[in-house]
């Protein structure tokens, strides 16, 4: 295992092998067995690094609850209310980090109180010698026993924490194993959030429990230089590497084409695409971009998978690419996710009936299999909410919609997005790739479409990010009347409500993704900083951006 470091300019790497992983681990577990660790949740706290990888690795050596999560990124009522939420649900009894954060977590801590009771650990401060003091009983670590908690994102909700076993996990990584012909000769590169899912249980465990190879980088590193994800794929031979659509979408708008010399991905077999909707456009010019480094476009890997599932539910065959299908019902060409893994099923009901619908009709998702989760931690409501049982086969009921197809499972949208009107689902998705495509001043990616409550019931809600130069040459009455009779074109619906924001305004969860549903409730309450508001074919108001830095052409 390589970790590249963290730190702007600073191209060193550490290398561990196996032993290595594995001493460091069984340390780190018998200083938590010492204090009676098994079955308490231990926090993680801290930025990717060897640290993060051998404290997640110990606490479940010593039959602790792992919490993976990550420092708040600034000391905003927001950010420290997440991490407040998370330790009020898991109630941590520890607190694993490494010595470089320990100031910064002392005055966290200070400022929020249901992190007080925890203990505060530096695991590179443990001496390596309580390696051989460690107590290790296979007995301990059951299929049954919670191995960690993943907190979901909260993209439509407040975070809840996923119940994932040490059998679910098992199972995961046999079916990413098998779906992805992921074996020990494989080279995983990855800057995903080891908080993650994705990053923690396919970047990471993966080639671990295959006994491949990993590099491991920060998420820094590929948001400030995109291309330094790719360099990591050709320095290192990469074989398996991704990330969410917009990772993809950030390499073809910010590496020129005079940037490709001396990039090779010709190694790069499965590049894995899932996370969020995956946009056809999007995958086709990455690997029209990138052919000339050695770009297979049947490398593309679009897959389908969340937390409740541990991880993966379908993946397409390796080698086979991008396909693309629309249900009976509508146009609208989605791609395929593949085929669910061995040993699971996928179904596709009537969300209101719980009828399974016809072969190309949308419904809702539902998921079973080894790797569904227990539940959700300390949420019984929730849990019998999500996890149903039909036919003596218990299910996930994902909240996400899709067709099938020749037995490939294509992604339409996320049933508590939808907006209804007068009766009519109307996907947000659709509504924000046309926005893009129609209004110059916006952007994929920074545009939510939302319900909007009003007296005559649901109506669509538009909340768009403008960049710097969009915001100073627009006159905001003629884009918010643009962006209007974009939307009206596209549904036949209008657009009630159009909010104008500066970059960043954009609610969104701690791995990216937009929360849509949020966007009302934050404007009703003043904490959505707007630039203009415009309401039922009217501006209602025009201003400048809290931070006073973009101003509105009059």
């Not at 190694?267 to 297979?296: D, H, K, M, Y």
Request: with cysteine; proline share 6%.
């Amino acid at each position: 295992m390589r970790v590249l470091s963290h730190q702007r300019g600073d191209d060193a790497a550490v290398e561990l092998t196996y032993a290595d992983l594995d001493a460091r681990a069984r340390a780190i577990a018998a200083y938590l067995q010492q204090r009676d660790a098994r079955t308490e949740r231990a926090l993680l706290l801290m930025p990717t690094g060897v640290a993060y990888v051998t404290g997640f690795l110990g606490a479940l050596y010593a039959g602790a609850i792992a919490v993976p999560a990550y420092p708040p990124e600034s000391q905003r009522r927001q950010h420290l209310d997440r991490v407040a939420g998370l330790a009020r649900d898991a109630a941590p009894r520890f607190i694993l980090t490494c010595t470089s954060e320990l100031p910064r977590l002392r005055g966290l801590i200070e400022l929020v109180p249901e992190l007080q009771a925890a203990e505060l650990i530096a695991l590179d401060a443990i001496d390596p010698a309580l390696a051989d003091t460690y107590d290790y009983d296979a007995a301990d670590l059951s299929s049954g026993l919670t191995a960690f908690l993943q907190y979901t994102s909260g993209s439509q909700a407040a975070p809840k924490g996923v119940m994932v076993s040490h059998g679910n996990l098992v199972a995961n990584e046999l079916a990413i194993s098998a779906a992805l012909e992921f074996g020990e000769d494989d080279v995983m590169v990855s800057w995903l959030p080891l908080f993650h899912d994705m990053g923690l249980i396919g970047g990471l465990l993966q080639p671990l429990y295959t006994g491949g190879s990993v590099v491991l980088m920060s998420a820094l590193r590929f948001l400030e230089r995109p291309i330094r994800w790719l360099e990591a794929i050709s320095e290192y031979r990469a074989t398996v590497s991704g990330g969410p659509d917009f990772a993809y979408r950030m390499c073809v708008d910010r590496i020129e084409p005079s940037a490709l010399s001396g990039l090779d991905l010709s190694t790069w077999r499965v590049a894995f695409c899932g996370s969020e909707p995956i946009r056809p456009g999007t995958l086709g010019a990455f690997a029209e971009r990138f052919a000339a480094t050695g770009f297979s476009p049947g490398s593309l890997y679009p897959c389908y998978g969340l937390a409740e599932a541990t991880l993966l539910v379908t993946g397409v065959k390796p080698g086979s690419g991008v396909q693309l299908a629309a249900p009976d019902s509508s146009g609208t060409e989605v791609v395929s996710c593949g085929a669910p893994a061995p040993e699971h099923h996928v179904l596709i009901v009537d969300p209101e009936t719980f009828a399974r619908v016809p072969e190309g009709h949308t419904g809702e998702i539902w998921a079973s299999g080894p790797s569904i989760a227990q539940g959700y931690w300390q949420n019984a409501d929730a849990t019998a909410a999500a996890f149903v049982h039909r036919a003596g086969q218990r299910y996930l009921r994902t909240g996400d919609l899709g067709f099938e197809r020749n037995r490939q499972l294509y992604i339409s949208g996320r049933l508590k997005d939808l907006v209804i009107v007068r009766g009519r689902n109307i996907v947000p998705q659709d509504i924000e790739d046309q926005l893009a495509g129609q209004v110059a001043a916006l952007q994929l990616g920074r545009i939510a479409v939302f319900p909007l409550q009003t007296e005559s019931g649901e109506a669509i809600g538009v909340a768009a990010e403008l960049s710097r130069a969009a915001a100073r040459s627009m006159k905001p009455e003629q884009l918010c009347q643009a962006i209007a009779f974009a939307v009206h074109e596209c549904v036949d619906e209008p657009a009630r409500l159009v909010m104008l924001l500066g970059q960043g305004a954009l609610p969104r969860t701690s791995s990216g993704k937009l929360q849509r549903s949020v966007c009302a409730a934050r404007l009703e309450s003043g904490e959505l900083k707007t630039l203009a508001v415009y309401r039922d074919g009217k501006l209602q108001s025009v201003q400048p951006s809290a931070a006073g830095t973009l101003e509105l052409a009059p």
